[in-house]
């Protein structure tokens, strides 16, 4: 094997030491997965060739760009859909090769192979990771967004759908009309009730299409609800050289991450899935309190350092930690204003989870950008911030720290860090959440006009007096430079 070539399947015996198993028979495939980015490759991926070493069944994956990536899909495909998961911990790098992923398709462009697949009774699983726009939906109703340009194309055109409920709408259609099974559609996504929040999405697109349809999805397909957990930050050379370093072949799509792995799973699956619990996804009854627990602390905390880095200068999450203030902070909102909301079972120790996670966010070795996590701020801060706001104030609680959060999001918009360094917004409502920030005269005005923006923040939030005061004032603090507002704040909470 020279050093020039790549990873393969021909190649694959000399990697032995490399791939979990050396007992593998290609299997066929059981899951479509709309959403092929690094995250499902370094998590539902994996944990999906765990359950096949251990229990056999063809559960081999099908995985889908939905964005016309057909660089991403020839890449995989080159590589027999082999890449490596490069996991970097405090002890070190592992390079694993994944196998489970055994065809790659780019829409539009392999259409009618993808609805192949969909029409075939041996596809039992359609897996979702396509971040919060991704599913189109309406935040004010909980259905299909019918003002989106890709949802307004689809029901215009459902035989060339582009969109997650337009794909699915019509493959549950062909399914229904010849009387197969319906496959169970598993959202992998970082949304509140995500199983719950898909199925109307779906659910009112198809009745639009035509009733009978959104009543036969709505009585006979299984949208379980999920909480995936893992910090899977974006490929760079560093993690193409480990893996030719590990592996002596080159891999051009390897995927980093982080040691730690969590999937909790709503057993609800019809047709049968892979045997996850033996690779240690935990399959419960009711998924909600891990679901909101990590969308509060986990990922509200990643956005609060991510705003706060943007403007103050920190490249990566483990940079943020570095500084001890703005440890500080996440550690003080985690404890006495985000744990507070949760209700969680007894067994759930949230200070041990908040620990935890000041551990994992410190991992010297991942270098997560804070970029890749501000993006789509418009999406993310309602589940994961406004939602804790949201129980404090009906609680009459005080909610300084997420105060500071939001208002660090409203002056990250203007693109334009501490020092004046400029930086791209990229967020599905960007050109009006900008124009906002840049017309505003002041920090205070652009919380009056934010407010106004109803995707994000709800009625009832957006009239709350204490709300708008608190966004005000944080806001204004910031106006006196990041760190000099997170110091401020500091000193609202106790010490601990
Ligand atoms: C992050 C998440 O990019 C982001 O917004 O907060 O992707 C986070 O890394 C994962 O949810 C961790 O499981």
Not at 194 to 222: C, K, P, Y
Not at 260 to 277: M, S, T
Not at 376 to 394: E, F, T, V, W, Y
Request: glycine share 6%.
């Amino acid at each position: 094997m020279t050093q020039n070539s790549s990873l393969s399947l021909a190649g694959l015996p000399a990697l032995s030491g490399r791939v979990l198993s050396a007992e593998w028979r290609a299997p066929a495939i059981g899951i479509v997965h709309l959403g092929i980015g690094n995250f499902h490759r370094a998590h539902e991926a994996l944990y999906t060739e765990e359950a096949m070493l251990a229990r056999g069944g063809d559960w081999g994956i099908c995985g889908v760009t939905l964005q016309g990536d057909v660089g991403k899909r020839d890449a995989l495909m080159a590589q027999d859909g082999l890449y490596s998961v490069v996991e970097r911990g405090p002890a070190g790098v592992s390079v694993t090769v994944v196998r489970s992923l055994v065809e790659v398709l780019a829409m539009p462009f392999d259409r009618v192979r993808l609805f192949e697949l969909l029409a075939d009774a041996r596809v039992k699983v359609v897996s979702v990771t396509v971040t919060e726009k991704g599913y189109c939906r309406d935040t004010k109703t909980g259905d299909a967004d019918f003002d989106h340009a890709g949802v307004i194309h689809d029901l215009a055109h459902p035989d060339n759908a582009t969109t997650v409920p337009g794909i699915l709408s019509a493959a549950l259609k062909a399914r229904r009309d010849v009387g197969t099974p319906p496959f169970t559609v598993l959202s992998c996504d970082n949304l509140s009730h995500n199983g719950a929040a898909l199925q109307r999405v779906v659910r009112s697109f198809a009745a639009r299409l035509d009733a009978t349809l959104g009543a036969w999805i709505a009585e006979h397909v299984a949208f379980p609800s999920t909480m995936v957990d893992r910090i899977v930050p974006a490929t760079t050379d560093a993690d193409r050289e480990s893996a030719r370093a590990a592996l002596g072949v080159t891999d051009d799509v390897p995927v980093p991450c982080e040691p730690f792995r969590q999937w909790v799973i709503e057993d609800r699956f019809p047709q049968g899935r892979p045997a996850w619990e033996v690779a240690g996804a935990q399959l419960v009854d009711d998924v909600t309190p891990f679901e909101i627990a990590k969308l509060r602390m986990l990922n509200a905390t990643h956005s609060t350092l991510a705003y706060l880095s943007m403007l103050a200068g920190f490249e990566a999450i483990s940079d943020a930690v570095g500084h001890a203030p703005l440890r500080a902070l996440i550690h003080a909102m985690m404890t006495h204003e985000i744990a507070p909301t949760l209700d969680v079972p007894a067994s759930f120790d949230l200070l041990a989870y908040r620990d935890a996670l000041l551990e994992r966010y410190a991992n010297p070795a991942l270098k997560h950008r804070c970029a890749q996590i501000a993006m789509d701020g418009s999406q993310k801060i309602p589940p994961r911030i406004l939602s804790s706001i949201s129980a404090r104030l009906d609680a009459g609680q005080s909610f300084d720290g997420l105060a500071l959060a939001v208002a660090a999001w409203l002056r990250f918009l203007r693109g334009r860090a501490d020092d004046g360094t400029s930086y791209p917004i990229s967020d599905p409502m960007a050109q009006r959440l900008t124009e906002l920030a840049a017309n505003a005269p002041s920090p205070e005005a652009l919380v009056t006009s934010i407010l106004g923006v109803r995707e994000v923040f709800p009625e009832a939030l957006a009239n709350a007096p204490v709300f708008v005061e608190s966004l005000k004032v944080a806001s204004k603090a910031l106006d006196a430079g990041t760190l000099i507002a997170v110091d401020e704040y500091l000193r609202i909470f106790p010490q601990t």
